[in-house]
């Protein structure tokens, strides 16, 4: 049940259904783990419920050197979306790892990307 409750919160924080979290979800783990060193990756992994640590797992330790730009590209062609519902996938998606993760073991892996990219983690500040 832990994978629905993954989905379901990145659902929420993007404002999508849960239908169509799921494949932003996949999309973004994909390029997360394109991003990372395969250390970093196999790191997270073992923290995702069953169904979707086979995404974080790599085997090449070299990370993809790629931008937000780039990011945002593949996750939208992945997902089969436009680039503002990626954007907003990949924000959730990282907050809720954030929070599956734990702070110190989550911020060791970020650590590795670029300062857009690690901000896509950070919520957005609320209105008044």
């Not at 409750?5 to 999508?16: L, M």
Request: no cysteine; aromatic share 4%; charged share 25%.
């Amino acid at each position: 049940m832990a994978e629905l409750t993954f989905v379901d919160k990145v659902a929420g924080r993007a404002g999508v259904t849960p239908e169509q979290a799921r494949p932003l979800t996949e999309a973004v783990l994909r390029t997360l783990t394109e991003r990372l060193s395969g250390g970093e990756a196999n790191a997270l992994a073992p923290h995702l419920a069953a169904e979707l640590s086979p995404l974080m797992t790599k085997v090449a330790e070299a990370p993809e050197a790629f931008g937000y730009d780039e990011f945002l590209r593949r996750v939208a062609d992945r997902a089969g979306t436009d680039r503002p519902t990626a954007e907003r996938g990949a924000r959730a998606v990282l907050q809720t790892m954030h929070r599956v993760v734990g702070h110190r073991e989550f911020e060791d892996a970020l650590s590795q990307l670029p300062a857009d990219l690690k901000a896509l983690a950070q919520p957005l500040p609320q209105g008044p």
